[in-house]
């Protein structure tokens, strides 16, 4: 389809989703850039097969979304290291309050291993049922539960968030 | 769900942020056009490098042409990406200077070469040139890496660092190094930081090697005012005076990545990347003190900092996510953007040159007002048969203006001649 231009329903669909896929790809990646980039990377990757899709095109996009998201993950795992504490936020706290709430939340982020946090992001925020969570990671629906579970348990112990889940914002 | 897993939901949905901006199809038919023309690894912090001549492969861009322009059609991009490959002659065949001087350098060869016995390249006008461009040179250099003083231009293309004129677009002299990162003029010395290794310095005449103090594994450059050198080494950071003494040695608040001085000489700015976060400090260069720090938790892979007279420029992002910001009065809370995403990764990095900040890329190539962040004058870039150019580093010499400019398509690349409006006067 690439050499026959754009496929029907394309543009009606990046414009009508890419907030929401871009709000999916920055809990995914912590940052606006890399969800850029990894939301154009899912929408370039689907174009030619557009008019051939047999499911759904949003979950299709967010199924190679998430394939690419631990694709990089996987190789640029070494450099992410998981803090307890986020420090250097604090210091520019009175500066920043307003996004204090949102770095803790990315912070608890990065704690996770790349597929409980992709779990987390399609189950809680996209709002998938875990069998389609399962369909879109290419998984069991066990693993899916699996995963959600040790997320769970993780973000539990995550600083600040036990606030942030109950309304609060991070201290 | 249980009410654990219901109270997340609603946390994510709380403060998951609306996006700055929206992606358009548009995004996606540039990005598919790279993909295929120049293929990236994400992450990758630096560099398009333009690839050789003779080492292209044209038939991904030709493919991507088709992509573009298929989608310029349906899309309504056809009017920007305006074709002129039929107005543009072939490059020469014989590649003149540049070509065989590069190509018979050796990577261990640290020795100048000097490559001035060729008669001038061809200067081919640009089709629908930016401000009248003129391309005087046609050698592969590395995004942003052009720049000018002493009377030259330096640029680095792969594995050296050249010296070229700038009335003929010869290059005169050519050192093996191993570097991606722009060349730092200070004086009669020019400065390259070689990944994982110290800084190297040469002679701005003649490219011959200078001495230079061992700090370390250099990680960043940049010029003060009167001649003074900023080097960065980890998070230690060491000031050379004229004469290549060091001055003094301090440490930063973190690993940095980026330095840029004041035109006044009274602030550093240092970039940290840590943990994925992208913070500002502020240093007095005079007493290494930390003056104030600020950080903006939402920016990350922050870097190419440049000072001017009413604030701080930079970059975040990486390959076609790049965009340049500007924070009046280095306060990154007063932060906006001067571009948005997909427009030509490094390409777009901001310069300072002749008194204005200069920010080029896929669209168009501004010059912005230093202290105000206003745009005082823009021009297109084309795009050929549907592949985008790609124009930026812009670097002055001579009171001459120069850009590095390619065009896959035609095959066309090097360092091209440009006579910017006079709003563009610093």
Known sequence: MVSGGEPEGFRAFVEARSPALLRSGWLLTGDWPSAEDLVQTALAAAWPRWSSLDQSPELYVKKIMVNTFLRWRKRRWNGEIATASLPELRAYGDVFAQVDSRAALTAALDRLPPRQRAVVVLRYFADLTEAQTAQTMGCSVGAVKAHASKALARLRDAPGLAELMTGGVAQ | ?426
């Open chain 2, 1 to 426: 769900m249980t009410i654990e897993e219901e109270r997340l939901s609603e946390m994510l949905h709380r403060l998951t942020p609306e996006p700055p901006r929206a992606i358009t199809v548009e995004d996606v038919a540039i990005r598919i056009a790279n993909q295929a023309a120049s293929p990236r690894v994400h992450g990758d912090t630096a560099v398009l490098r333009i690839p050789n001549r003779g080492r292209l492969r044209w038939a991904p861009a030709l493919a991507a042409a088709s992509v573009v322009a298929v989608v310029g059609a349906s899309a309504g991009i056809g009017v920007a990406l305006t074709s002129h490959s039929s107005n543009k002659p072939n490059p020469p065949a014989n590649g003149g200077a540049v070509s065989s001087a590069t190509g018979t350098a050796s990577p261990s060869d640290t020795a100048t070469t000097p490559v001035s016995t060729h008669p001038p390249e061809p200067r081919i006008p640009i089709a629908n040139g930016m401000w009248g461009a003129v391309l005087i040179d046609h050698d592969s250099f590395s995004s942003d890496t052009l720049v000018g003083g002493a009377g030259s231009l330096y640029a680095v293309t792969d594995g050296a660092l050249v010296r070229i004129d700038p009335s003929s677009g010869n290059i005169l002299q050519q050192v093996s190094v191993q570097t991606t990162a722009r060349p730092v003029v200070v004086g009669n010395t020019v400065w390259v930081a070689g990944p994982g290794g110290n800084a190297h310095a040469y002679s701005a005449t003649t490219l011959a090697p200078v001495a230079v103090p061992a700090v370390g594994a250099v990680t960043a450059l940049a010029a003060g005012p009167n001649g003074y050198l900023f080097m960065a080494s980890g998070s230690g950071i060491t000031i050379l005076d004229p004469s290549g003494s060091i001055l003094r040695r301090f440490n930063a608040a973190g690993q940095v990545s980026s330095m840029a001085v004041s035109p006044d000489g009274g602030t550093l700015y240092v970039g940290v990347n840590d943990h994925g976060y992208f913070s500002l400090e502020r240093y007095n260069p005079a007493t290494g003190a930390q003056m104030s720090g600020s950080a903006n938790p939402g920016l990350s892979t922050g870097g190419n900092l440049v000072a001017t007279s009413g604030g701080v420029w930079g970059t975040i992002g990486t390959a076609m996510t790049l965009r340049v910001w500007f924070a009046p009065g280095g306060d990154m809370g007063k932060l906006r953007f001067v571009t948005s995403g997909a427009n030509g990764a490094m390409d777009s990095a901001p310069a300072y040159a002749n008194g204005v900040v200069w920010v080029g890329g896929i669209r168009t190539l501004q010059c912005l007002d230093p202290s105000s962040g206003q745009v005082l004058g823009s021009t297109s870039i084309p795009a050929d048969g549907g592949v985008p150019e790609h124009f930026g580093s812009v670097a002055y010499t001579n009171g001459h203006a120069f850009a590095l400019y390619q065009d896959q398509r035609a095959q066309l690349e090097g360092v091209a001649a440009v006579t910017p409006p006079s709003s563009c006067a610093g």
